[in-house]
């Protein structure tokens, strides 16, 4: 399995665990297929390398760092609470 593949897994458990049901989509940026969480115009994307980003749809990322409990947590927070 691939850092992206089991970043978006842990993510994606994440979600589930608090009941979000949010499949991931693919984004090319530039030649390569980041997979990102879209839920009311939030993002989580994770690069190639299993990177953990943060944005707004649209706008700028923000980079968390590599998949670690906190950055993850962080970014699921993010996606998930109302502002």
Sequence with gaps: ?????????????LLKSRR???????VLMG???WQVFDYQS???????NGGVW???S???WNPLGSC?????????DFLTKAE
């Design 1 to 13: 399995m691939t850092k992206q593949t089991e970043a978006t897994n842990y993510i994606n458990n």
């Design 20 to 26: 979000f049901n949010i499949e991931p989509g693919i």
């Design 31 to 33: 030649d390569t297929g």
């Design 42 to 48: 939030k993002c989580i994307a994770v690069d190639p």
């Design 54 to 56: 943060i944005g707004m």
């Design 58 to 60: 649209g706008g700028k």
């Design 68 to 76: 670690t409990v906190s950055n993850a947590l962080q970014a699921v």
